[in-house]
């Protein structure tokens, strides 16, 4: 079996490397249901290399992804590998630190892809300490691509932000008489109820619940609203949502309100009203008190007010834009307002991370250039 190098020099085997690519596609299936948990897949390889068990985590307060790969792999697992997504817990919680039940089964050697910045090494420690021949930096890239928004989180302290804008060539959301669906088409629309549900809340400024009523639910490729729903979110400083609103009384999913003291308090239906104290800035005091609430991603889905916003305030770690190949000219409304760009040289950069077309539009992924790096 020819060895295969990661970047900082370790070797491991195809077999190995093959089992880190099955974690990573395990831990995928764990987006949008276990917050405030990382999504972890892992895979069991017996003593002479063969994938014998495999697990992810399915929801919080659940069995780790290691636990249901070694269940899965039973007496194999004695004197076999474990290759994690990321790096194996080390401490009581919910469910029992994940490094003593690999112990407990036996297992003798350990690659995991990415370090958990919540742990600072200590589960990789306890592991080495105990004899186990750890290594680490296989598939990291991927790996923690699939894990990025709970990274963030976990060094933010907030969640993280995807800014979701749909909108013609010219940058248009809406045509001078105000209206503005569909400007994407049916892919599109489709993908973004994709996103929505990977995702552990949805949300929108007052302006787009005054305008629209959305709905802000997930729905599956028939049409059909999902098992779990995201949490709706509303950024509402002045409280002006309306009670008879579709996300204050329709009960299809948690609603939660973010306001301040100083816009009072009126009866919201099945929404639930939160007041947080804007000493730092309404929006990054709301978004810590989401943290703090067990939101661990973000998808923020209008409007252009709040957009702007968020971009003015370095709160947004990454953008799916989706433009449609239509114009609606200089009348129409803009997808992001009150962005102060005064030249060139100081306006906000962002590095393309991936193009893909949907129908008769184009979906497109962006990073802050800021990004770069963390």
Not at 3 to 28: H, I, K, N, W, Y
Not at 75 to 98: D, I, K, N, W
Not at 144 to 171: C, I, Q, Y
Not at 294 to 299: K, M, P
């Amino acid at each position: 079996m020819t060895p295969v190098s990661s970047e900082d020099g370790q070797t491991f085997s195809e077999g190995e490397r093959a089992a880190m690519t099955r974690a990573v596609s395990l831990a995928r299936r764990g987006l949008g249901t276990v917050a405030p948990n990382p999504v972890v897949g892992a895979v069991v390889l017996d003593h002479a290399g063969r994938q014998v068990g495999e697990g992810w985590h399915q929801k919080a307060g659940g069995p780790h992804a290691e636990v249901h790969a070694l269940r899965a792999a039973g007496s194999l697992a004695e004197g076999g590998t474990a290759v994690v997504t990321l790096e194996p817990c080390s401490r009581q919680g919910r469910t029992g630190p994940c490094t003593q039940a690999l112990l407990d089964a036996g297992i003798r050697r350990v690659i995991f892809a990415v370090p958990d910045p919540t742990l600072s090494g200590v589960g990789a420690a306890a592991l080495h300490a105990a004899g186990i021949d750890v290594r680490s930096g296989l598939c990291e890239e991927r790996a923690a691509e699939v894990n990025h928004a709970w990274l963030t989180s976990a060094v933010t302290r907030r969640p993280h932000v995807t800014l979701k804008l749909a909108s013609t060539l010219d940058g248009r959301i809406a045509a001078r008489d105000g209206s503005s669906r569909w400007i994407t088409g049916p892919p599109a629309r489709q993908d973004t109820h994709l996103l929505r549900a990977r995702t552990d809340a949805i949300a929108v400024g007052s302006t787009t619940v005054l305008i629209d009523d959305p709905e802000l639910t997930a729905r599956s490729a028939t049409g059909r609203p999902r098992t779990r729903q995201p949490v709706r979110v509303v950024f509402d400083r002045r409280l002006r949502t309306p009670a008879d609103s579709r996300l204050a009384s329709d009960g299809a999913a948690p609603t939660w309100i973010l306001t301040t003291r100083s816009a009072g308090d009126k009866p919201l239906g099945k929404a639930e009203l939160i007041t947080v104290d804007p000493g730092s800035g309404f929006l990054t005091t709301a978004l810590h008190e989401l943290y703090d609430r067990g939101i661990r991603s973000l998808l923020v889905e209008g409007g252009a007010t709040l957009a702007g916003a968020l971009l003015t305030e370095a709160l947004v770690d990454r953008i799916i834009w989706y433009s449609a190949a239509r114009l609606l000219g200089q009348d129409g409304a803009p997808a992001i307002r009150g962005l102060d760009v005064p030249s060139c040289g100081v306006a906000p950069s962002f590095r393309v991370l991936g193009t893909r077309r949907l129908g008769e539009d184009v979906r497109t992924v962006l990073e802050p250039e800021s990004a770069r790096g963390k």
